[in-house]
Structures are given as C-alpha cells and as structure tokens.
C-alpha cells in the first residue's frame, strides 16, 4: 500500500500475527521491513508490543502510538440477572483447561463449562471431546456464535478463562468484563500491565505461564505444574463468586468505557 500510493497517508495497526509471521517466514521480508518506516503512524495494542515492533523494523519511538484494543459496548454490557449459578470459559488453551477442571474440589452440580468458538482441525477436536467426555463438570460445546449470541453467554456466565499461551491484546476479555465476568487467565507478555492500567478495578486473576519453545507453544513436560496452577486460580475465583452470591463481596462489575469502539476511534483520530 505504501509503495502503491506515495502521495496517500498511510496508517499500520500491529495485532501482533503479523510480528510473529515476520519472524516465522522470510517471503517479502526485507520488502516489508523497507516499507513499514514510511507509514505515516503505527498503533500497536500495548507498550510491549510497540518495544516487539522496534526490534523487528527500523521505525522510532516517536512515530508510534499505543491505542489498545476495543470493544463493541452495544453488544458486550451486563443485561440483568444470570439464570443460574455456573462458570464460563471460551475454548482457548483449551486441552490444558478440562484438564485443570478435573482437579477442582467443587460439587459437580455447582460448575458447568461452556466452549464457545471454533475447532482448530480434525485432530485436535476429537482430542477435546474425548477430554470433555471423561470431565468431572458437564461440557457444552457452543461452537461458533454471533456477538449477540457470545454476549448472552457472558452475562449468564460467572467466570471466564483465557489459558492462552499466546496473545497480542485478547478482546474476549475485554467483551467478558464488560458483561460484569470474573477473569482467570494467563500472564501474557504486555497484557497484564495494560489491563492494570486501563481497567484498574477489574478482576482478573492472572496463572503463570508454562516455559515455552518458540512464540506459542509449551514445553510439553511443563504442562501438569500449569494445569495445577490454573486449577488454584480457578478455585480461588470460585470462592469469591460463592461469597458474592451470599453478599460477601462486592459486585464484580468495572468501569470498560474508555476501551469501546468510540474511545479508540477518537484515538486513532485526534
């Protein structure tokens, strides 16, 4: 686009798969890393990111503005009271979370698991579903759904996790806050420290990473120690819902608006 219309501004947001490309594939490589300093701005999602962004291209600080991410806040908001009492969860990391769940010292009857989003292949599908057939808690496969639909189960949710190995700035917790959930989910580099910084009262309890071999994936040995402390955090998130159901604690909901749609965009555009 740059080289193709000199006389346009033209304007690069980082969502982090392109960095990890640039590193995984040497197509166009060095084509790319000429054009990207002639862009007129980058916004990446967090400074971490924007530190990624300057090892990898020869741009300055200065050319570079952090933004974040947004959500659609018509969409993802609190709607009213939940019809039951059970826990969310999105399908991300999600062999390592029905793993974590059998660990859990809970009444079967009191925690239901929803795996919302799509299959990665054949393989990998068959493997949690054999998962999910020998959990201790049911198992709802939600699939692929609308907004609508993925907003509604927030807001009939209690708790939601992201045990993801890899991510540049995860709208769905975002979109799950907004509908007044808890959040467990993994310290992602940069992650933490923006959420902290942009929802400063949200409830999110963060499990440490397992060591890791290249961007995304696991040591594989690594993975019980994970799983143990994913479970403790699911625990301890399930025991600050059962005291808010009894009135012991506060409400879980914060303060999301100066991440919707209409605060990025008035970000990107001053």
């Known amino acids: ?47 971490a990111q924007k530190e990624k962004i300057r090892q990898i291209y020869p741009v300055k600080s200065e050319s570079m503005t952090v933004i974040g991410t947004g959500y659609n806040s018509h969409v993802f908001r609190i709607t009213g009271e939940k019809p039951g009492k059970k826990d969310e969860a999105q399908k991300k990391g999600v062999k ?24 990665g292949n054949q393989k990998e599908y068959e493997e949690i579903k054999e998962l999910a057939a020998h959990c ?16 509604k189960l927030y807001n009939d949710g ?18 799950s806050l907004a509908c007044g959930d808890r959040v467990v989910m993994t310290r992602l580099d940069g992650v933490a420290d923006w959420l902290e910084d ?8 963060y499990v440490d990473l397992p060591k890791m071999k290249g961007a995304d ?17 699911l625990e301890d998130a399930i025991r600050t819902v059962k005291q808010e159901n009894r009135g012991l604690v506060k409400n879980r909901a914060c303060d999301v608006s100066r991440i919707s749609w209409q605060k990025i965009a008035q970000e990107v555009i001053r």
């Open 1 to 47: 686009m740059r080289e193709r219309y000199p006389e346009k501004k033209v304007y690069g947001f980082c969502h982090n798969t392109d960095l990890r490309q640039m590193k995984n594939t040497s197509f166009q490589r060095e084509f790319i890393r000429s054009q990207i300093p002639r862009l007129e701005r980058i916004f990446a999602l967090q400074e």
């Open 217 to 233: 994936e696991a040591v594989e040995e690594e993975l019980p120690a994970f799983e143990k402390r994913l479970a403790q955090t």
């Open 136 to 151: 201790r808690y049911p198992v709802r496969f939600a699939g692929c759904v609308p907004q609508v639909e993925l907003a």
């Open 198 to 205: 942009m929802i400063p009262d949200a409830d999110i309890r």
């Open 158 to 175: 209690d708790i939601f996790v992201l045990p993801s190995m890899y991510e540049g700035l995860p709208l769905t917790v975002i979109e």
């Open 96 to 119: 390592s979370l029905l793993r974590a769940m059998n660990l859990l010292d809970e009444e079967s009857g009191q925690i239901k698991l929803v795996l919302a989003g799509g299959a």
